[in-house]
C-alpha cells in the first residue's frame, strides 16, 4: 500500500465506502438520472473524493459497485423466496409486489444496469449477465412452469413474462417527467408505491392465471 493510499485509509470514516454507495444511490434516485458528480457525491457525503479511487478505482467503478450491491440483494431474495414452500400464485404475488418495492427504492437500477452492459468490455458485460439476468431468468423459468403444471398459470413464455412484469415495475418509477408533466406530480411517495404494488399485482395476476 503506498503512503498516499495508506493515509487516505486511516483519514477514512467507518463504513465510508459503504456511505459513499448508499449516497450515490440517494443522489440519483432524487435526480431521476444514472450518473453522479464526484463534487456533489462528497458534498452530500462528507468524505473525501479521492476515496471513490481509493476503493472503487474510477466512477465507473464506483457505478459498478453500486450495481452489484443491488443486484445481489435481489437475486438473493428471489434464491430465497423460491426456496419457500409455497403456492406458486402466493409465490408470484410476493415476487411482483418486491419488485415494486425494489424499484420505489432503486428507479435507477434498470437503467444502471443497461448502461453499464453497453459501456463495458465483454467480459464485464457477461460477468453482469451471469451474475444477475441469467439467475433471475432461471428463476422465472422454474415459477412459470412450477404454476403452468399444477394448472394454476396460463402456459406462456417465461421470458416474454419477465420482461413484461420487471418492465411494469420499473416502468413506473423511472418516469418522473411524466409524472410531473401530465399528473403534476413527481414525488415518489409510499402511498403511491403501495398504490402501484396492488395495481401491479392484480394485472399481472390477471393476465397470467388459467381460467377457473
Known amino acids: 500500500m503506498s503512503q498516499v493510499a495508506a493515509q487516505i485509509d486511516t483519514d477514512a470514516p467507518p463504513g465510508a465506502r459503504d456511505l459513499l454507495l448508499q449516497t450515490a444511490s440517494d443522489i440519483m434516485r432524487e435526480g431521476d438520472i444514472v450518473d453522479i458528480s464526484l463534487s456533489e457525491l462528497s458534498l452530500r457525503s462528507g468524505l473525501n473524493s479521492a476515496l471513490v479511487k481509493y476503493y472503487f478505482g474510477n466512477k465507473a467503478g464506483l457505478l459498478r459497485a453500486l ?3 443491488d443486484m445481489q440483494g435481489i437475486v438473493h431474495s428471489v434464491d ?3 426456496a419457500k414452500d409455497m403456492a406458486p400464485e402466493t409465490r408470484l404475488r410476493r415476487h411482483v409486489g418486491a419488485m415494486v418495492d425494489t424499484y420505489f427504492k432503486t ?6 444496469l443497461m448502461r453499464l452492459v453497453r459501456e463495458s468490455d465483454p467480459d ?3 460477468r453482469i449477465a451471469d451474475s444477475y439476468l441469467t439467475p433471475l431468468s432461471r428463476a422465472y423459468d ?3 412452469e412450477d404454476g403452468v403444471k399444477q394448472g394454476v398459470f396460463r402456459n406462456i413464455d417465461p421470458q416474454l413474462f419477465y420482461f413484461t412484469a420487471t418492465g411494469a415495475a420499473d416502468r413506473f418509477f423511472s418516469s418522473r417527467l411524466v409524472l ?3 399528473y403534476d406530480t413527481e414525488a415518489l411517495t409510499e402511498e403511491l408505491r ?5 395495481h401491479c399485482i392484480d ?3 390477471a393476465g397470467i392465471l388459467a381460467p377457473k
Do not use: S, T
Open 80 to 82: 430465497a423466496l423460491m
Open 67 to 69: 450495481l452489484d450491491r
Open 107 to 112: 428507479p435507477y437500477l434498470n437503467r444502471l
Open 180 to 182: 410531473k408533466h401530465c
Open 142 to 144: 422454474r415459477l412459470i
Open 194 to 198: 403501495d398504490r402501484y404494488r396492488e
Open 203 to 205: 394485472f399481472i395476476m
Open 124 to 126: 464485464e458485460a457477461h
